[in-house]
């Protein structure tokens, strides 16, 4: 009984700590994203938009952190808690499909790509949902940038702008 019991106790100290521990300060002026979920969504995104691609702008000189935020504070409840629990299962997820005890916001770049990888070619169905639900997030707010629409050569009227940037200066 003793065995089971200290066992028990270092895996539930280890939980807590991976769950609820370990994450940087929040960026200022985030509405709804905490500590956590901004490392996670920061995390994604120095993955799916790194900096040195043909569109010369990262995940966050686009600020796509805050426009996630932005995007998360404007939608109806239950799809707050959709997004935010697909960015807790992304995060959390290593320990099955990643095999590893690290979290996503704490692997070095190239596990969190692979990992990313492992998502977009899984064999079931609902992991590729999830990475395109991501994968749709990350476009929006990433294409919202006035700097990346106009290294892209678009231009957006002005009315649009301000529907879609929801909140940039």
């Known amino acids: 009984m003793f065995w089971v019991g200290l066992f028990t106790g270092i895996v539930g100290a280890w939980a807590v700590r991976e ?5 940087p300060e929040a960026p200022v002026g985030l509405k709804v994203l905490g500590r ?3 490392a996670v969504v920061r995390a994604i995104g120095e993955a ?4 040195g691609g043909e569109i010369p702008f990262s995940a966050d000189e686009a600020r796509v952190t805050q426009f996630v935020d932005n995007y998360i504070d404007m939608v109806p409840d239950l799809t707050r808690r959709l997004m935010l629990m697909l960015f807790f299962l992304m995060e959390h997820a290593t320990y099955i499909f990643a095999f590893t005890t690290h ?7 190239d596990a969190r790509i692979r990992y990313l990888e492992g998502w977009e070619k899984s064999v079931f169905y609902y992991r590729r949902v ?10 929006m707010a990433y294409l919202g940038c006035p700097d990346v ?3 892209m050569g678009f231009r957006i009227r002005d009315k649009c ?4 940037l929801i ?3």
């Open 19 to 23: 769950v609820f521990m370990g994450y």
């Open 48 to 51: 799916l938009l790194p900096p």
């Open 36 to 38: 956590k979920n901004s």
């Open 149 to 151: 629409e106009k290294a």
């Open 161 to 164: 702008r301000e529907a879609l």
């Open 167 to 169: 909140g940039r200066p």
């Open 130 to 139: 999830a990475f395109l639900s991501l994968r749709a997030i990350y476009g």
């Open 103 to 109: 979290r996503l916001s704490d692997m070095d770049m």
